[in-house]
C-alpha cells in the first residue's frame, strides 16, 4: 500500500467536486475549492476521522468494500477506480459480469433526483445505490451486509422481504426476478457470481426452483408496482428503467400520476422521508 500516493490522489479528486455534483447544496461560502472531507466521509459511509487519515497517510489499509465506497463517493471513472485499488495494494474488481463500480453518469442522474425515489441496480438485482427517497421507500440498504443489498436474494431468503408489496402481487414480483435472472445467466453462461446466485437460490427456496423450472425470460423493463409502506400507505408507482450502455446497470426511478393518491402519499413520504421509516 502506498500511503502517500493513496492521500494524493484522494485529495485531489475531492478538490475536483463541487456540492452540485455530488447532489449536495453549496450552503456557506467556501474558502477552497471541492468538497469537505466530512461531505466525502458522509458520502461514502465512514467516519470523518478514518478518512482523514487516509488523506494524511495515516490510515489503515482500506478494505475492497471502503476502496469501492470512496470509488462511489469522488465519482471516479473506471480507471480511475483501478488505480485507487492499486494504490491500496489491491487487485481491481473483475469486469466480468461488472464489478458494481456505477458509471458517472448514472450517479449523476441520481445526484439530481432529489423528490423522486430513485436507486441504481445491477443486472443481478445488487442495489449500488440509493437516493433518501429511495431508502424511505423501500428500506435503507446501507446498514445491510453487502450480500443482502441483493434484490432477489432477499426475496427469496427473506419472507419479510416481499412485505412491501400486497400479497396477491408477490409471486408475479418473485416471477419477475427469476425470469430476469435467467436472462443475465444465458447472456453470461462463464459468469461465476450469475451461476452462484442461481445455484444458491435453487437449493435455498423452493419457490425460486418451482419459478425456475418454468423457464420464463425477461429483462427488466419499465413497469407499474404497487408498494405499501407502513407509514404512509399503499401506493401505485410507475418505474422507468434507464439502461446503462453495457445493459449491466439500471437507473430506477420510481413516480407517481399527479392527482392521485399515491402522488399525495409520495409527496408526505418527502416530509417524513428522513426519518427512520423505512420498511426494509
Not at 130 to 139: F, P, R, T, V, W
Not at 147 to 169: G, H, K, S, V
Amino acid at each position: 500500500m502506498d500511503r502517500t500516493e493513496l492521500a494524493d490522489f484522494l485529495r485531489r479528486r475531492r478538490d475536483r467536486l463541487s456540492p452540485a455534483d455530488v447532489g449536495l447544496g453549496s450552503g456557506a461560502r467556501r474558502r477552497t475549492p471541492g468538497l469537505r472531507r466530512e461531505e466525502v466521509a458522509q458520502l461514502a459511509g465512514m467516519s470523518v476521522d478514518y478518512y482523514t487519515r487516509l488523506e494524511q497517510a495515516r490510515g489503515p489499509r482500506p478494505s475492497r468494500q471502503m476502496l469501492a465506497a470512496l470509488a462511489r463517493a469522488l465519482r471516479l471513472t473506471a480507471d480511475e477506480r483501478d488505480h485507487l485499488f492499486h494504490l491500496a495494494g489491491e487487485e481491481p474488481p473483475r469486469e466480468t459480469g461488472g464489478s458494481g463500480h456505477i458509471r458517472p453518469g448514472l450517479l449523476l442522474v441520481l445526484d439530481r433526483l432529489h423528490d423522486t425515489p430513485a436507486q441504481v441496480v445491477s443486472d443481478l438485482g445488487d442495489v449500488l445505490a440509493q437516493n433518501a427517497m429511495a431508502s424511505a421507500l423501500l428500506g435503507d440498504v446501507s446498514a445491510r451486509a453487502p450480500e443482502m443489498r441483493n434484490i432477489a436474494r432477499r426475496a427469496f431468503t427473506e419472507p419479510a422481504a416481499m412485505d412491501i408489496f400486497p400479497p396477491e402481487d408477490r409471486e408475479t414480483q418473485a416471477r419477475s426476478q427469476v425470469a430476469n435472472l435467467r436472462a443475465v445467466l444465458a447472456a453470461r453462461p462463464d459468469d461465476p457470481r450469475a451461476a452462484g446466485l442461481v445455484a444458491e437460490l435453487r437449493a435455498a427456496s423452493e419457490l425460486f426452483a418451482r419459478l425456475w423450472s418454468e423457464h420464463e425470460v425477461a429483462v427488466r423493463r419499465s413497469d407499474t408496482k404497487r408498494i405499501r409502506h407502513p407509514v404512509v400507505g399503499d401506493m401505485e408507482l410507475d418505474c422507468e428503467v434507464l439502461l446503462s450502455s453495457g445493459h449491466d446497470q439500471r437507473l430506477i426511478v420510481y413516480t407517481a400520476r399527479p392527482g392521485t393518491d399515491a402522488y399525495e402519499r409520495l409527496q408526505l413520504l418527502r416530509v417524513v422521508g428522513l426519518q427512520d421509516l423505512s420498511v426494509g
